[in-house]
């Protein structure tokens, strides 16, 4: 599947994630989805709640679904994130610092707006400066 254009099939199977979302609060919905080295895909949504700060995006959905379902040594290649945004979307913080967790930098992120415009990424750019000790 993946043999072709990679962005092709990841923005065909993110914009399937995101017709997933549960935004009824935001009416914003976004898609993920995670690549790994070996091809296998991992989707994501945005799940709102009425207790809004309970709200997860997107990305985190597609790095939690890889991390749960997931083979640890079939590495992350590339995230992709579409929003029905003029310009390609933006992660918000909270996914930047999870990028910075589970990610080692070098893999690219595919940030996409509604008419389909891409901009790539590589994760080490998404968090300068990440916290990243604890002591
Ligand atoms: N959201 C994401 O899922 N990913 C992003 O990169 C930006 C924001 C979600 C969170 C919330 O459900 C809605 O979009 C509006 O902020």
């Given amino acids: 599947m993946f043999n072709g254009n990679e962005k ?9 994630a ?11 919905p976004v898609g993920a989805v995670l690549l790994t080295e070996k091809g296998k895909t ?9 207790s809004y700060g309970l709200s997860m995006c ?6 939690f679904n ?7 040594s079939d590495k992350i290649k590339a995230l992709m994130i579409i929003g029905n945004t003029e310009e ?3 992660p918000c ?3 930047r610092q999870v990028i910075a967790e589970f ?33």
Avoid at 42 to 50: A, F, H, P, V
């Fill in 8 to 16: 092709e099939s990841l923005l065909k199977l993110a914009q399937a």
């Fill in 18 to 28: 995101q017709k997933r979302s549960y935004s009824p609060y935001s009416a914003f």
């Fill in 42 to 50: 991992y989707l994501g949504t945005n799940i709102e709640n009425i």
């Fill in 58 to 63: 997107a990305e985190r959905v597609a790095i």
């Fill in 66 to 72: 890889y991390l749960a379902n997931g083979d640890k």
């Fill in 88 to 90: 390609p979307i933006a």
């Fill in 93 to 95: 913080g909270a996914c």
């Fill in 103 to 135: 990610f080692s930098g070098s893999e690219n992120i595919y940030l996409v707006s509604g008419k389909e415009k891409i901009r790539t990424v590589k994760a080490k750019e998404l968090l300068p400066f990440a916290f990243n000790k604890l002591s």
